[in-house]
């Protein structure tokens, strides 16, 4: 079965442009969560939904972070404006239950 | 605060040889649950293996085991019969109520021929 994937896997964008960032979770997961991977780090938990709900955006760095989910499946991580400091992995994760996340390739994202 | 802490940058291992990778933990919670990942160069987040607290038997996946001390917040990952294909950053990560996933810094794995 297909796992989760992302789109773009790479996006180079010029400091003050917004970029939307894609993830299609499995099929039939009911979370989905969105991690920041700064290079040679762990990955930092940004937001997390159930559904089409966000229950927690305590990660989210700035109020240029913005995600949602509006139909309860794909969900946008978008940034506005962005800042040298956004470049990172970002990567998205989805799960049946609440306990074992499954992850997509990732979003390389360098802002020049 | 939830913290994971893996001490070791990295490690290096002889092909067909066992490697332990270390882990510790720190909670004030009673049930949650514990991961490794492993992230090879292509950077594709891969589970490893998965253990629950309340239980007292340590997980096992083929050639991958763990060692849960849980009173010592202690989470290590046994890799038997190293191979090649093995190399890659592994990172220990938590969970518990709150449904986040609680990374440590990672380790560097090289398995050499």
């Known amino acids: 079965g297909a796992g989760v994937s992302q789109s773009p896997r790479y996006k180079v964008a010029k400091r003050g442009q917004d970029v939307a960032l894609r993830c299609d979770p499995i099929?039939?997961?009911?979370?989905l969560f969105w991690y920041q991977q700064a290079l040679g780090q762990g990955p930092e938990f940004l937001t997390y939904?159930?559904?089409?709900?966000?229950?927690?955006k305590s990660g989210l760095p700035s109020d240029r972070f913005f995600a949602e989910r509006p139909e309860g499946s794909v969900s946008t991580l978008k940034i506005q404006r962005t800042q040298q400091e956004d470049s990172a992995v970002y990567l998205c994760?989805?799960?049946?239950?609440?306990?074992?996340?499954?992850f997509g390739p990732g979003t390389r994202l360098l802002v020049l | 605060a939830q913290t994971v802490t893996q001490s070791q940058p990295e490690m290096s291992v002889q092909e067909a040889e066992t490697v332990t990778l270390s882990c510790t933990y720190d909670?004030?919670?009673?049930?949650?649950?514990l991961f490794w990942y492993k992230q090879p160069p292509s950077r594709q987040m891969i589970l490893v293996i998965r253990?629950?607290?309340?239980?007292?038997q340590n997980a096992t996946e083929n050639r991958f085991s763990v060692n849960f001390q849980k009173a010592a917040k202690s989470f290590s990952l046994k890799i038997s019969d190293s191979q090649l294909g093995d190399t890659a950053m592994y990172f220990c990560?938590?969970?518990?109520?709150?449904?986040?996933?609680?990374f440590g810094k990672g380790i560097t794995l090289s398995v050499r021929p």
């Open positions: 939904f159930q559904n089409e709900a966000q229950l927690d």
């Open positions: 909670t004030s919670e009673n049930n949650y649950y």
């Open positions: 994760a989805s799960s049946f239950s609440e306990e074992t996340q499954y």
């Open positions: 099929s039939g997961h009911v979370s």
């Open positions: 253990q629950e607290a309340y239980k007292q």
């Open positions: 990560a938590w969970t518990g109520a709150n449904s986040k996933l609680t």
